[in-house]
Nanobody, 118 residues
Framework: QVQLVESGGGLVQAGGSLRLSCVVS????????MAWQRQAPGKQRELIAR???????DYADSVKGRFSISRDNGLNTVYLQMHILKPEDTAVYYC????????????WGQGTQVTVSS
């Protein structure tokens, strides 16, 4: 059974930084593409960062240059380092294990709240 557990959210002032972590169990982590998505109140969930098994990354324009996704395959953990946070970054942040050709399911964590005050 695949489980994802996020941590690291909280309240921060605009311009500050936070690091989110997501620990994955029940999966061969190293060959999976991992992602972070977020959902603000009244808005659709937004894919903001992905990291592929080989380490390549990509980002949504809204976070490019401020956020960085990384992974530690030895710890089965994916991180999202967030800098220069803005009030519009306020959302629930979700970790996602993306589908593969042999497993079409997505797996999600429970979400962690990030609130950025102005």
């Amino acid at each position: 059974q695949v489980q994802l557990v996020e941590s690291g959210g909280g309240l921060v002032q605009a311009g500050g930084s936070l690091r989110l972590s997501c620990v994955v169990s029940g999966s061969v982590f190293s060959d999976k593409t991992m992602a972070w998505q977020r959902q603000a109140p009244g808005k659709q969930r937004e894919l903001i960062a992905r990291i592929f098994s080989g380490g390549r990354t990509d980002y949504a324009d809204s976070v490019k240059g401020r956020f960085s996704i990384s992974r530690d395959n030895g710890l089965n953990t994916v991180y999202l380092q967030m800098h220069i946070l803005k009030p519009e970054d306020t959302a629930v942040y979700y970790c996602q294990q993306m589908p593969t050709t042999w497993d079409p399911n997505s797996y999600w964590g429970q979400g962690t709240q990030v609130t950025v005050s102005s």
